[in-house]
């Protein structure tokens, strides 16, 4: 089974279509299977008082509350269209992440077919019962849950029709950027032995080396943020791969693939 190796442009268009499409190009050139957005309305996500994560205070505008810097970073529906049609111009498959049910409904009319539950959403069950009524691909982000809460997230979308074998558990550290010795890539293989799930990792850490460690442990699907430039202005690009880092990684896991054989 070849990796599918999931380019994370995230919100590192900063909400300009122009942005979004050149990390399209930059995913496509580097030979990533997917290139993947984020769906969301800031008045469904955060409340106007909501305070900025750490990490977020450090990277994005000083002067932005929460809200104010999610509004901006939204994508409209006629961007969607635009990126979907622009990525199959390219080659390279449109995905997207939906962070409430109306959403991962809006990007199930428009034909995503896999979809990802972020590791904030592990536990909102109204959530994953209706990613699980959806019966597609399902990619399960781990950040900060324990192995109960995957047990119970795994039978919440199993429940709703979704069988095991369209499950992907993919291990985060939910730390932007992640320190090596926080990374417990043993977790991911302990996963799956628990649950009997494929695996995969979504990562935050700098560098490209632990996703390629990643497929050589068993990772089915590797998840990595990507920027044009870790100096521009917003939350995510510092922790994330510029273009040339992003092709020799995707180039890494294609040469780690070969070397593992059958």
Do not use: W
């Not at 599918?4 to 990533?32: C, Q, R, S, Y």
């Not at 109960?148 to 992907?168: F, M, S």
């Not at 590797?222 to 994330?240: C, M, N, Q, V, Y």
């Amino acid at each position: 089974m070849t990796v599918l190796v999931i380019a994370e442009a995230g919100v590192n268009h900063n909400g300009d279509l122009g942005l979004a499409k050149a990390l399209v190009d930059a995913a496509a050139d580097a030979g990533a299977d997917f290139v993947k957005f984020q769906t969301f309305k800031a008045d469904s996500l955060v409340t106007r008082g909501a305070p900025k994560a750490d990490y977020q205070v450090k990277n994005a505008e000083k002067e932005e509350s929460q809200y104010q810097m999610i509004k901006r970073l939204e994508l409209s529906e006629s961007m969607h269209e635009d990126l979907i049609a622009y990525c199959e111009k390219k080659g390279v498959g449109f995905l997207s992440t939906g962070f409430d049910t109306s959403s991962v409904d809006y990007l199930h009319g428009l034909g995503v077919s896999i979809f990802k539950v972020p590791s904030g959403e592990i536990t909102n069950l109204p959530y994953l019962r209706c990613i699980g009524s959806l019966k597609s691909r399902v990619l399960i982000s781990t950040g900060m849950s324990c192995l109960g809460e995957i047990e119970q997230a795994l039978n919440a979308v199993e429940a709703e029709g979704t069988p095991r074998d369209k499950i992907t558990v993919l291990h985060c550290t939910t730390e932007y950027p992640t320190p090596m010795e926080d990374v417990n890539l043993r977790a991911m293989v302990n996963i799956g032995k628990a649950f009997g799930v494929s695996v995969g990792y979504s990562d935050h850490t700098p560098g490209i080396e632990v996703p390629i460690a990643a497929v050589a442990l068993g990772a089915t699907v590797i998840e990595k943020h990507f920027t044009l430039d870790r100096t521009l202005p917003g939350p995510d690009h510092r922790a994330s791969l510029e273009p040339d880092e992003l092709k020799a990684m995707v180039q890494g896991i294609r040469n780690i693939e070969k070397a593992l054989g059958d």
